[in-house]
């Protein structure tokens, strides 16, 4: 029998990329609650019960109360899409390339966390560097990230690209989350292996899909004042074997004179650049990714082959 997924939320942003991500696939059955019905307590609790795989792509709230739902209903396995469970100790946390055991927690769990888009350019880049024992825990790391409109979902979506919403943004480039409370820091923290909170300043570009996140780095700070071609060769080796996180060579990285955030859009890998100038004791580490790629629905989809066996 064909392993049941039900997408609570597939009306959504997340959850209508998870689905055409999945429409080719003959190996599954897509349960799908008629739109209308999207918010029906009662029918999603049926598809939530019958299915094999839940994917929840709902706000945090929704997402708890489908967990509550599915308490004691230990056949489904679920993958959540939101930020209400990525500390949470019972979850896996669904960055397959975070270290070497974690593809093998993710095929192992019935719980698991999708990182949120920003956490997973910025831990994929100082993770490896605090493995190698390169950053040290109390590094005051700083993200600075630009993300395409489609991560604030359908209402940041509908505020961008209709003049007559009410509350229409007519910016092209807008800094937000200035009180420095993002709701990704304590990910970024905890899955980052970070002492300190580190200081996370997001914005949105006129564009649908992609994003840019930046983590510059003052190289006498780390341990045994690593090189750019050190940290280079630490986020290589810890990337190697497999093809969805590739480091961009250093001698292609020189040449670049921009960086495109829309580069990857409409794709599921994420590409890590080592930007500076050796000798000048300064690196700027970047990771370029479609947010709703490896940063949602492509890492959800991921996940769901892991969970399965199928990958
Ligand atoms: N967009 C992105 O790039 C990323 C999003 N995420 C996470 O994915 C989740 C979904 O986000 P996104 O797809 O952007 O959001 P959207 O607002 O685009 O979609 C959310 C969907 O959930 C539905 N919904 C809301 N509340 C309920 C409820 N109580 N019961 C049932 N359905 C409900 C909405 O219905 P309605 O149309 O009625 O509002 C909508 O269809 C969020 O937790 C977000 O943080 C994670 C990484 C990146
Ligand atoms: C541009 C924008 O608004 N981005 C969202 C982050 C993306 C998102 O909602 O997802 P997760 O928290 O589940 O990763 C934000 O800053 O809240």
Known sequence: MKPKIFIDGEHGTTGLQIRTRLAGRDD???????????RNKDMRADFLKETDVAILCLPDDASKEAVSILEGHNSTKIIDTSTAHRVHPDWAYGFAELDRDQR????????????GCYPTGAISLVRPLRDAGILPGDYPVTVNAVSGYTGGGKQMIAQMENPDAPDHIAANHFLYAM?????????????????????????????????????PLFTDDLNGNASMADIHAALTAHYEGQNIVQVVPLAESVML??????????TDIMKLYVFGTEGSGQVNLVALLDNLGKGASGAAVQNLDLMLGNA
């Open 257 to 266: 004179p921009r960086l495109d955030p829309e580069e990857l859009r409409d």
């Open 28 to 38: 599954l059955e897509v349960l799908s609650i008629p739109e209308a019905e999207r």
């Open 104 to 115: 093998q927690k993710i095929a192992d769990a019935r719980l698991v966390a999708n990182p």
């Open 179 to 215: 009180p420095l409370k993002h709701k990704h820091v304590p990910e970024l923290q905890v899955h980052g292996h970070l002492d300190r909170k580190p200081i996370f300043s997001p914005s949105v570009g006129r564009f649908a899909q992609g994003m840019i996140v930046q983590v």
